[in-house]
Nanobody, 118 residues
Framework: QVQLVESGGGLVQPGGSLRLSCAAS????????MGWYRQAPGKQRELVAA???????NYADSVKGRFTISRDNTKNTVYLQMNSLKPEDTAVYYC????????????WGQGTQVTVSS
């Protein structure tokens, strides 16, 4: 069983920054594909960024150049640095652990709220 705990969300003004963290336990963290997703009210959950065990990264077009995903395998933690935040970034952000080569290996955190507003 994998447990994921997100932290770092909150209220920030447009143009501001936040750093989300996701601490993982219960598995060999270093081989997981880790991702950040978000879901705004009335919208589907969408991929924000993902990072493989080899630290290859992938970003949604809407956040490229503003968000950075990283991981620290010594701390079993994945981060999402969010800069130049916009009101449209407002959503609940979820951490995800995935192993595409294992059917059903797909775990989610409880989510953390990010609100961008003046």
């Amino acid at each position: 069983q994998v447990q994921l705990v997100e932290s770092g969300g909150g209220l920030v003004q447009p143009g501001g920054s936040l750093r989300l963290s996701c601490a993982a336990s219960g598995s060999i963290f270093s081989i997981n594909v880790m991702g950040w997703y978000r879901q705004a009210p009335g919208k589907q959950r969408e991929l924000v960024a993902a990072i493989t065990s080899g630290e290859t990264t992938n970003y949604a077009d809407s956040v490229k150049g503003r968000f950075t995903i990283s991981r620290d395998n010594t701390k079993n933690t994945v981060y999402l640095q969010m800069n130049s935040l916009k009101p449209e970034d407002t959503a609940v952000y979820y951490c995800n652990a995935h192993r595409p080569w294992i059917t059903g290996y797909d775990y989610w955190g409880q989510g953390t709220q990010v609100t961008v507003s003046s």
